[in-house]
């Protein structure tokens, strides 16, 4: 799935869901060494343990994060599964 996050410095973030879990995650844009870590850190986590997990972190006084803005997307993804 691709994702257009709204808010933070990432123009877009794929990843794919496979029998519950994330793989391939993405971003393109943003802080790259954090995103490569996110990344890394959720390759074949439960999608809810991800979403409550990145759910809620603030980037500065943004209100949002990238890792906020994946957890809409999978949000958005479960729904639509």
């Known amino acids: 799935m691709t994702f257009k996050p709204q808010g933070?410095?990432?123009?877009?973030?794929?990843?794919?869901?496979?029998?519950?879990?994330?793989?391939n995650?993405?971003?393109?844009g943003g802080c790259n060494g954090n995103t490569q870590g996110v990344s890394r850190l959720l390759e074949g986590m439960e999608v809810n343990e991800a979403i409550s997990r990145l759910e809620g972190i603030q980037c500065g006084f943004k209100g949002t994060s990238c890792p906020d803005q994946l957890a809409k997307a999978l949000k958005q993804a479960s729904a639509d599964i």
Do not use: E, P, S
């Open 25 to 28: 995650v993405q971003f393109f």
């Open 8 to 23: 933070v410095c990432a123009q877009k973030i794929d990843f794919d869901i496979v029998d519950g879990r994330l793989t």
